[in-house]
């Protein structure tokens, strides 16, 4: 049974501050990963990650994979209220229906 | 252009009622998601539509949910006999083929 497992549940930081997200991930024929942000209702997509060990980057959020030890980490520098959301990671199966197995996510509030 | 859209944003209804939830997916893409959040939960896979392959629904909680899409394009998730654990935001999502998915805005499905 595919697995993601995300750490922290829940992460209260100051604005300003870095934070780091963790993806844990077993999944049948792995082929990407995927990062989402979560507000309110729908989640808007951040990163999708394909090769091990090439940082993506979007301003002040970056993303790697390291696709032996099967996880993948999320930083957020300088970190504003804006940021404060779940994140979400997702794993993608080539198991011929691309679905996606999401992880429960990381609760992120950022303090003024 | 045009995101993924949901109709409608809110419903209520009456425990044993039938509703339907529809989504109009980004013109083009092929694959199109279902997926729930119950309150405090990580995102639940329903079913997978991919061109006019079967698709996948391997997810649906029971035999009250069923879901089309007609013309590779809208999609209906019917839930019949409504349940009250049935209380849910439900969002749908489509894709290009693979890959990074887009949400719409989802519909709050609320079973009184």
């Known amino acids: 049974e595919d697995k993601v497992v995300q750490s922290p549940l829940s992460l209260v930081v100051h604005e300003g501050d870095t934070v780091t997200l963790n993806c844990s991930y077993e999944?049948?024929?792995?082929?990407?990963l995927l990062w989402y942000k979560q507000e309110k209702k729908a989640p808007t997509f951040l990163f999708m990650l394909t090769s091990s060990g090439i940082e993506k980057k979007s301003g002040r959020l970056s993303s790697i994979l390291d696709k032996k030890e099967l996880f993948s980490i999320l930083n957020i520098t300088a970190t504003q209220t804006g940021d404060s959301a779940i994140y979400l990671c997702a794993p993608i199966s080539n198991f011929g229906n691309e679905k996606l197995t999401f992880g429960t996510g990381t609760r992120l509030t950022i303090i003024p | 252009g045009a995101g993924v859209s949901q109709s409608p944003s809110n419903k209520v209804t009456e425990k044993g009622k039938d509703v339907e939830l529809r989504c109009d997916p980004i013109?083009?893409?092929?694959?199109l998601y279902w997926y729930r959040q119950s309150l405090g939960q990580g995102l639940e896979f329903l079913i997978y539509f991919q061109g006019n392959s079967a698709p996948d629904k391997s997810g649906l909680p029971s035999d009250r949910f069923s879901a089309e899409r007609t013309g590779g394009s809208v999609s209906t998730l019917t839930i019949q006999r409504t349940q009250q654990e049935d209380s849910a935001v439900y969002l749908c999502a489509s894709s290009p083929y693979w890959g990074e998915q887009y949400f719409g805005p989802g519909t709050r499905l609320t079973v009184t």
């Open positions: 999944v049948t024929n792995f082929r990407s």
């Open positions: 013109s083009g893409h092929t694959a």
